[in-house]
Nanobody, 120 residues
Framework: VQLQASGGGLVQPGGSLRLSCAAS????????MGWYRQAPGEQRELVAT???????NYGDSVKGRFTISRDNAKNTVYLQMNSLKPEDTAVYYC???????????????WGPGTQVTVSS
């Protein structure tokens, strides 16, 4: 089982980016999925999470600007980021609680991270 994120890059302040993260492997179910970020010298912080029924939770700094969504059929979570600010610059990590086939247990997985840089 692994997570692979894409969609990071360089964007100007006020711009938008969309991150995607797909889970692959021997999966029978995925519970919560989410995004976290870590800026240089800072601790990793919550960006947003979403349950498999679509309930969402956002960090205070991104409320009203970012939207998390998921496609359960594709085992994929998305993060639409609008009105980006320089302080949104960080490495963004996806995270998921994944139920594994054959063992039928749940484990928490992290993706490798994707860089988002907001700068003019």
């Amino acid at each position: 089982v692994q997570l692979q994120a894409s969609g990071g890059g360089l964007v100007q302040p006020g711009g938008s980016l969309r991150l995607s993260c797909a889970a692959s492997g021997s999966i029978f179910n995925i519970n919560d999925m989410g995004w976290y970020r870590q800026a240089p010298g800072e601790q990793r912080e919550l960006v947003a999470t979403i349950t498999n029924r679509g309930s969402t939770n956002y960090g205070d700094s991104v409320k009203g600007r970012f939207t998390i969504s998921r496609d359960n059929a594709k085992n994929t979570v998305y993060l639409q980021m609008n009105s980006l600010k320089p302080e949104d610059t960080a490495v963004y990590y996806c995270n998921a609680d994944i139920g594994r086939l054959y063992t039928y247990d749940y484990m928490n997985y992290w993706g490798p991270g994707t860089q988002v840089t907001v700068s003019s």
